[in-house]
């Protein structure tokens, strides 16, 4: 299942240039990151609660279509697992009449709080956690 969250693009995000500054595509893609983890009952509280908080390890953003003042975007996101002590999220931002803007593929993690360390089953440790695992592909 892939999960999206609308996004409006403001005036204070653009360049010089007129468009989207290349750095805000990546708070657009945690911005929906962590709006999937809310979806699921997984709050900021609960990780703490719970000793452990997601980590980004990697980022890799391909620019293709160019996000004006006022464009109404979707940026989508979605966990795929492959088991180990690391993940992968692909997301998308796309413009309400379906052009790809940009593609953002990342790499993640659960880090132990305590111990620093990422955990050895992140899967099942946001899956003892979450009211609605199967949103993060669990």
């Known amino acids: 299942m892939v999960f999206s969250v609308p996004v409006t693009v403001r005036g204070y995000e653009l360049d010089v240039n007129g468009h989207l ?3 805000v595509y990546l708070q657009y893609a945690e911005h929906a990151r962590w709006e999937l983890l809310r979806s699921c009952g997984v709050q900021e509280d609960k ?3 719970s000793g ?4 980004v390890l990697e980022n890799n953003i391909k620019y293709l279509r160019e996000l004006h003042i006022s ?3 979707t940026v989508s996101c979605e966990f795929v ?3 180990g002590k690391t993940y992968r999220m692909h997301q998308e931002i796309r413009k309400l009449d ?3 803007s940009a593609e953002v593929n990342a790499v993640g993690g659960i880090l132990d709080l305590k111990a620093r ?3 050895s089953d992140p899967a099942q440790r946001l899956r003892e956690i979450s009211e609605t695992p ?5």
């Open 21 to 23: 500054n290349q750095a």
């Open 47 to 49: 990780l703490m609660g």
């Open 52 to 55: 452990i908080g997601p980590v």
């Open 71 to 73: 464009d109404e975007v």
């Open 81 to 83: 697992w492959s088991g």
């Open 98 to 100: 379906g052009t790809l």
């Open 117 to 119: 360390k990422l955990v």
């Open 134 to 138: 199967e949103l993060l592909g669990l």
